[in-house]
T-cell receptor
Framework: AQSVTQLDSQVPVFEEAPVELRCNYSSSVSVYLFWYVQYPNQGLQLLLKYLSGSTLVESINGFEAEFNKSQTSFHLRKPSVHISDTAEYFCAVSRYGGATNKLIFGTGTLLAVQP | GAGVSQSPRYKVAKRGQDVALRCDPISGHVSLFWYQQALGQGPEFLTYFQNEAQLDKSGLPSDRFFAERPEGSVSTLKIQRTQQEDSAVYLC????????????FGNGTRLTVT
């Protein structure tokens, strides 16, 4: 079985500051890794994913995450956040070789960007 | 109609009532997933369809939960004899196919059982 841990339930940060949202997972088999974002009053949206290849993946709006197999982590980072990045961020995994979108989610981290 | 549509947006049911939650996926999307999100938690997998075939229902919490997608498009999640612990947001998501296709989520149906 797989599990995902997001230790930080809320991360307050000032605009233009860097941020890191932590995600650790547990699995006895290989996994795919995802970050989903939920903006206020909107549905979940895929932010970025790691399926294979380069361990560093990037989103179109400046976020990046690095798959670290030895530390079983997939932390999300952005060097300079904007007010519009305020949202709930969910880390998720799925089992390699299974249904890719059969996801196990963490409990989420609320990123609160302050002016 | 570009996104996944779910109805109703909110549903209040008295304990013991049956409810039916509807999901209209993006046209042409083969895969359809249902997730349950309790307050303060991440979404939890309930069941998954590929076209009309229900390939995995391992996440359904009890036999009171039933999902169908008879024509491979619209899906309905039915909960019989609702209990207070069924209160949650029910999320539907679709993808063009399962492998390497991103999931597109609807806004969910918030079910409150009183």
């Amino acid at each position: 079985a797989q599990s995902v841990t997001q230790l930080d339930s809320q991360v307050p940060v000032f605009e233009e500051a860097p941020v890191e949202l932590r995600c650790n997972y547990s699995s006895s088999v290989s996994v795919y890794l995802f970050w989903y974002v939920q903006y206020p009053n909107q549905g979940l949206q895929l932010l970025l994913k790691y399926l294979s290849g380069s361990t560093l993946v990037e989103s179109i709006n400046g976020f990046e995450a690095e798959f670290n197999k030895s530390q079983t982590s997939f932390h999300l980072r952005k060097p300079s956040v904007h007010i519009s990045d305020t949202a709930e961020y969910f880390c998720a995994v799925s089992r390699y070789g299974g249904a890719t979108n059969k996801l196990i989610f963490g409990t989420g981290t609320l990123l609160a960007v302050q002016p | 109609g570009a996104g996944v549509s779910q109805s109703p947006r909110y549903k209040v049911a008295k304990r013991g009532q049956d409810v039916a939650l509807r999901c209209d996926p993006i046209s042409g999307h083969v895969s359809l997933f249902w997730y349950q999100q309790a307050l303060g938690q991440g979404p939890e997998f309930l069941t998954y369809f590929q076209n009309e075939a229900q390939l995995d229902k391992s996440g359904l919490p009890s036999d009171r939960f039933f999902a169908e997608r008879p024509e491979g498009s619209v899906s309905t999640l039915k909960i019989q004899r609702t209990q207070q612990e069924d209160s949650a947001v029910y999320l539907c998501a679709s993808s063009l196919r399962d492998s390497n296709s991103p999931l597109h989520f609807g806004n969910g149906t918030r079910l409150t059982v009183t």
